[in-house]
C-alpha cells in the first residue's frame, strides 16, 4: 500500500521505480482496511510514518482472519507508530504478535504481561559489524546478513514467546551481539572471505574479548 492505495499493475506507468516489482494483478483498492478484507494477509508491516494507520478497525480485522496477527509497527518515533502495544494486543484479545520501531512499555491484558517486541537494526548491526571486523572480512555478502538474523532468531526461546516476545530482551544485547558477531565471523571464515588467520577456536570469546568496554579508571 501507499498513500494512493494498494499497488497493483493497473498503477504501473504512475509508480515509482522501486514500487513497480510489487505491483501484481488486482483490482484497484483504495483503504488499508478493504486490502486487509480483501487479500486476508497474515502479516502487516508499518513503515508509512504517519502515526495511527493501523486503526481499531484494521487490526479487528487482522484478528478475524488470524490466530496470530503479526502486528509490526515500525515507524519512528512513538508518536509515528502504526499503532501502539496496547492498541494491538487490546484490539486482538492478546492474539497479536507485535514489534515496533521505537519501545513500548509492557501491557498488562487479563492478568498476563505482553512484551511488545523492539524491531529495529539496533539487534543486527552492532554484531553483524563486530563479526566482519573480527573476522577481517574482505567482502560483505548476503549470506553474511542471514546468518546474523539466524543468530539472533536461535537466541529467542519459549519463555520469550510466551510472553509475546519475538526478539530476546534488549538488556542481554553485549551478549547477544558477541553471537551474533561469532556467526557472521564464521560464515565469513566458511565462505573465504576472512583475512584474520588463522581462525580463533571459540568466536564467541573472541568476539567478547574484542567489544569495547565502557569501563574508566578513577583518579579521585
Not at 513497480?20 to 508509512?48: C, D, N, Q
Not at 517486541?117 to 553483524?128: H, K, L, M, R, W
Request: aromatic share 8%.
Amino acid at each position: 500500500m501507499d498513500s494512493k492505495g494498494l499497488i497493483v499493475a493497473s498503477r504501473k506507468d504512475s509508480l515509482q521505480a522501486f514500487k513497480k516489482p510489487w505491483a501484481h494483478e488486482h483490482g484497484a483498492v483504495e483503504t488499508l482496511l478493504e486490502a486487509v478484507r480483501s487479500l486476508k494477509p497474515t502479516v502487516l508491516i508499518g513503515t508509512s510514518g504517519k502515526g495511527g494507520t493501523f486503526t481499531k478497525e484494521v487490526v479487528e480485522a487482522m484478528a478475524s482472519q488470524n490466530e496470530k496477527p503479526v502486528i509490526f509497527a515500525l515507524s519512528n518515533p512513538t508518536s509515528h507508530s502504526e499503532c501502539t502495544a496496547e492498541q494491538a494486543y487490546t484490539w486482538t484479545e492478546g492474539r497479536a504478535v507485535f514489534a515496533s520501531g521505537s519501545p513500548f512499555p509492557a501491557v498488562e491484558l487479563d492478568g498476563r504481561a505482553l512484551v511488545p517486541g523492539q524491531s529495529n537494526n539496533a539487534y543486527i548491526f552492532p554484531g553483524f559489524g563486530l563479526g566482519v571486523v573480527i573476522s577481517g572480512a574482505i567482502r560483505v555478502r548476503d549470506d553474511m546478513l542471514l546468518a546474523a538474523s539466524e543468530a539472533l532468531a536461535e537466541q529467542v526461546t519459549e519463555a520469550h514467546y510466551a510472553k509475546g516476545l519475538i526478539f530476546p530482551p534488549f538488556t542481554n544485547i553485549r551478549a547477544i551481539s558477541a553471537r551474533i558477531a561469532a556467526k557472521v565471523a564464521a560464515k565469513a571464515y566458511e565462505l573465504g572471505l576472512a583475512s584474520r588467520l588463522p581462525r580463533p577456536d571459540d568466536l564467541v570469546k573472541y568476539a567478547e574479548s574484542c567489544m569495547y568496554t565502557p569501563t574508566y579508571r578513577s583518579y579521585r
